[in-house]
C-alpha cells in the first residue's frame, strides 16, 4: 500500500516528525507505506502507483483559481503547489482513489470543483466565532455540527464534535463539477457539517464516488478524541480496501 500525503515544503522538511504522518502512523499505517510529496515531486508522483492521498492544510490557494482577485496582502499564495495539486487530484479522481482533505486540502477541492472562498473571514464573513485559534493546535475551540446522517462523517460522530480551528479562510459557494474530467468521475460535493455561525466544515462526495471526505479543521493535531481518530482510520481502511482491490487485478 502507498499513501501520498500531499505538503507544503516546510511540512515536507519535517520528515516522520510531521503531524500528518504521525496521525497516520498512530491509526496503523507502517512508515514505508507513506510519502510527503510536494509540487517538487510532480514527475514522480502517478496517482495510478497510489492507494489514497491526503491533501494537507498549508496557504493560501490563488483567487484567480475561482475568479477573483488578491484582496488581502495576508495572503500566502504559492501556485507551484496549487497546480501540483489540481492536477494530483484530478488524476486521483479518474482513478477514484480514497482522498482525504484536511483544512486547505478542502479548499482546494471546493476550488477544483469551480467553487469560491472566503480570501478572508474578517473581511469578507461576518462570523460570529474565531476561526484562527491563537492556543495549542490541538485545542478544541468551537463545535461542528453534522448535517447529513448517511455520511461517512456520521461514522465518527453523530450530532455534533468539538474541533480546532486554523483557518483564515473558508468554502463561500460550494463547488459543483462543470469540467467534464470531474463529471466523468461521478462526483460532486455536498455539505456534510457546518460550525455554529453557519460556515462550512466539511464537504464529501455527493455521488457514486467510493470515499472523498474533507474537513475545514484538524483531525491530525487531535488523535487523542476518538472522533478524530475515527477519521483517520476510515480513510487509512479505504486506502487498504483500494490496495487490497488493485492487487487482486494486477496482471
Not at 5 to 27: H, N, Q
Not at 44 to 60: E, H, P, Q, T
Request: aromatic residues 6%; negative net charge.
Amino acid at each position: 500500500m502507498r499513501i501520498a500525503l500531499s505538503v507544503s515544503d516546510k511540512e515536507k522538511a519535517k520528515g516522520p516528525s510531521s503531524p500528518y504522518f504521525r496521525a497516520l502512523l498512530a491509526v496503523g499505517a507502517a512508515p514505508e507505506e507513506l510519502a510527503l510529496v510536494t509540487a517538487a515531486d510532480a514527475r514522480r508522483v502517478r496517482a495510478g502507483d497510489l492507494d489514497g492521498i491526503l491533501f494537507a492544510g498549508g496557504g493560501d490557494l490563488a483567487p484567480a483559481l475561482y475568479g477573483e482577485r488578491e484582496k488581502y496582502a495576508n495572503l500566502r499564495v504559492d501556485r507551484a503547489r496549487d497546480e501540483f495539486e489540481l492536477a494530483l487530484l484530478e488524476a486521483a479522481l479518474h482513478h477514484r482513489l480514497p482522498v482525504l482533505g484536511i483544512c486547505r486540502g478542502l479548499q482546494m477541492i471546493n476550488v477544483k470543483f469551480g467553487g469560491t472562498l472566503y480570501q478572508d473571514l474578517k473581511g469578507d464573513a461576518a462570523t460570529e466565532l474565531e476561526h484562527q485559534q491563537a492556543g495549542s493546535r490541538s485545542d478544541a475551540t468551537h463545535a461542528v455540527t453534522l448535517t447529513d446522517t448517511e455520511s461517512h462523517l456520521a461514522a465518527a460522530f453523530r450530532g455534533s464534535c468539538q474541533v480546532n480551528s486554523l483557518h483564515h479562510q473558508a468554502i463561500k459557494r460550494l463547488g459543483r463539477p462543470a469540467a467534464q474530467s470531474l463529471r466523468a468521475a461521478g462526483c460532486g460535493l455536498r455539505v456534510t457539517a457546518r460550525s455554529e455561525d453557519g460556515l462550512v466544515e466539511a464537504v464529501e462526495a455527493a455521488d457514486d464516488y467510493p470515499y472523498l471526505v474533507a474537513v475545514q479543521w484538524h483531525p491530525e493535531e487531535m488523535t487523542d478524541r476518538p472522533e478524530q481518530r475515527k477519521i483517520l482510520e476510515q480513510f487509512l481502511t479505504r486506502c487498504r480496501d483500494y490496495a487490497a482491490r488493485r492487487g487482486e487485478n494486477a496482471p
